[in-house]
Each structure stands twice: as C-alpha cells, then as structure tokens.
C-alpha cells in the first residue's frame, strides 16, 4: 500500500479474503502507467492487478504532465486552446490569455 500512497492513489481499507488481499481505489493513469511491472515483482507473480477506466478529474501535477510529454498548446489542433470572436462578419482566432480584452458581453 505505500507505494500506491507514494503515487497518490485513493483506496479503501484492504479486504482479506480466502487466497489473498483484494485492495479497491483510483489513482491517476499517469501515476499507474508503468506500475504492472512493479507489482509482478512485488508479487513475484503471483498476484492479479485489474486496473479499468474509472472517469475523468483533474490532474494533480499539470505542469510536470506537460512538460513530460512535450504538450504545446499553440500546436494542438484538434483540441485548440483559443476562442473565436467575429467582427463584421467573419470569425478570427483569439488566443485563451487575450480572451477578456475582447468580451463585449456582461
């Protein structure tokens, strides 16, 4: 359990059953990614890992998120990071940090 502590996961208190323990929580997919080799060797292959979607929340380290996998909003388009504004009929792009210089709306 201290690992799954060490990379922030949640849990419930562990619940032993005939042939085993059988531990429930969430973590982050980021901080569980790599951990099935870990726990094969803790378990010296004896033990079951399930681990399955369980939602969306937000991340508790974005900016170490980023910077890991290289993420460059400016470059992202599928998943644009500016608003479009119109002005005399046609749309322009605006970028997320100028959006309030161009709110005309209250």
């Not at 726990?39 to 979607?53: A, C, E, Q, V």
Request: glycine share 10%; hydrophobic share 35%.
């Amino acid at each position: 359990m201290a690992d799954l502590q060490r990379m922030e996961c949640s849990f419930e208190p562990p619940v032993t059953e005939e042939d085993g323990v059988l531990l429930c929580g969430r973590g982050s997919a980021q901080a569980l990614s790599g951990y099935g080799l870990e726990f094969i060797s803790y378990t010296r292959g004896k033990g079951i890992l399930s681990l399955s979607f369980d939602g969306y929340e937000p991340c508790a380290h974005p900016q170490q998120v980023i910077e890991e996998i290289g993420y460059d909003a400016k470059h992202d388009l599928q998943n644009p990071s500016f608003s479009v504004f119109c002005s005399h009929g046609a749309g322009f792009p605006v970028p997320w940090q100028e959006v309030p210089a161009y709110i005309h709306c209250k």
